[in-house]
């Protein structure tokens, strides 16, 4: 781990690392606030997955995350959302795709598979990097949230990592990637046409094959553009029910895609996960 | 004014809008929250200068203002650096000068006087055009912050219109413009080579001339790296105290010159002004 930058925040730390990712092929940066309490204890760790065309750095510039997680004792780590360098395949006319995109699975089909492995480096190599460093990080408390594309990947991973995660939530979640325009192609030009693969990847699917988590919690802005299209939260909604998972959704009224919906509501979902992180 | 954009956030409106400025005869942006409060009154207007290199976004992206404005009812605008556009001049290699660096003074020197005048844009021309617009605001109630190179206009357009300002504050103001490096050359080229004339422009000397507030809150990193050479809080520590203005100066320990730094204290601030405010 190469350190970026740190910058002290709320009594704590706001560190940006890079590293060479085996998983992913490439160089990957990511970002981690350590509170004020992570200087006399370890701290549980709470995973923030960011939406498409982000980088590590648009949630650290305007989630506004540290204020709780500051008071709270949370360390906050923000992934990047996909492999980045010269030699990764990338579609650059596209922001639904490739760099930005890379939905938080493991790529089956070439060029990708080579690089886009999202979920085994969120799940596996991050931690054990996070593990070996002198951060004093929790690993026997860990949460997990995120934003849009990120929402997916942080119940998708949640479903399929009960054991790991505490508590999930999300602020606009993509429901039903397998049958969402902007989410479909990346699956299919990822996994491959057999939609069978698909189903590990979307939170509805894996829901209805019977993987649970506790509860969750999801805020969604009703004036956001992509509601109808994109996210549907009624499709979660409605396998939750089926499933009989306890989900918390918000419908906000007026609030956008934007981070200043996230913001407006993240010391809501950090507070959410402080309390069942112990 | 033009709409350029308006989010939902933490129940108020983050506006953005533009219009044409005759002060600086070019097309200026700012950034004005309007807390969830304005629906039903009008709200104080707390002025948020920011520093060289940044427009209006900087510190509505990274400062972290709209929570506590909207738990206190405080209207916060943003506005630009400087003028902006093809027809205004610059020295584009220069960061200390010219387009992001208006210093907010008016300048009398060729070719910069026609568009550099950001202190009648921020007191005469900014004030009318939101006095004239839908927006709930209590022009009888205002308060002035800033940042830095901001930090230097809140307290110097503070001590010049104490009758206008409740309340004035900021984080690592440059205390002595007319003395430092990076601002020296840029007095020199708005206002020309007569000292005499810089002084209306520099917080230390307009105090020594006579000018007062009523008291000034200031936060600065120790780790901030333009400490020593461009901020020199002593300088102003110096002045208000033999002048007799009451000066709260925090010295915050490892806390830097960015927004990381901003951010930790803009809740102590707001809340400073608004209790001044009424």
Not at 4 to 9: E, F, P, R
Not at 54 to 68: A, F, L, P, S, W
Not at 241 to 249: D, N, R, S, V, Y
Not at 270 to 275: I, L, N
Request: charged share 20%.
């Amino acid at each position: 781990m190469k350190q970026i930058s740190a910058n002290k925040a709320f009594d704590g730390t706001q560190y940006v690392y890079s590293h060479a990712s085996e998983a992913c092929q490439c160089d990957m940066t990511f970002a981690i606030f350590m509170p004020p309490q992570a200087q006399t204890r370890k701290v549980p760790v709470l995973w923030y997955l960011s939406g498409l065309t982000c980088t590590h750095q648009n949630v650290m510039d305007k989630g506004e995350y540290r204020q709780i997680a500051a008071e709270l004792g949370v360390a906050i780590v923000c992934p990047d959302t996909s492999p980045r360098g010269e030699t990764v395949p990338d579609e650059p006319e596209s922001w639904q795709f490739g760099k930005g995109a890379g939905f938080y699975l493991d790529a089956t089909q070439e060029p990708f598979a080579r690089n886009y492995n999202m979920q085994r480096y969120i799940i596996d190599e991050l931690p054990a990097l996070l593990k070996a460093s002198d951060l004093a990080l929790d690993f026997d408390r860990q949460s997990i949230f995120g934003h849009s594309m990120g929402g997916h990947g942080a119940i998708t991973l949640a479903l399929k990592n009960p054991e790991r995660f505490a508590s999930v939530s999300a602020f606009a979640p993509i429901a039903q990637p397998s049958t969402a325009d902007w989410s479909r192609p990346a699956l299919e030009k990822y996994l491959g046409p057999d939609q069978s693969a698909w189903r590990a990847y979307d939170a509805t699917l894996l829901i209805e094959d019977g993987f649970k988590v506790k509860e969750m919690l999801v805020d969604q802005g009703t004036a956001d553009s992509f509601l109808e299209t994109g996210l549907r939260p009624q499709l979660l909604a409605s396998a939750c029910e089926k499933a009989g998972i306890p989900l918390t959704l918000n419908m906000r009224k007026g609030y956008d895609h934007s981070y200043f919906f996230i913001s407006s509501f993240m010391a809501a979902h950090v507070r959410w996960h402080a309390a069942r992180l112990g």
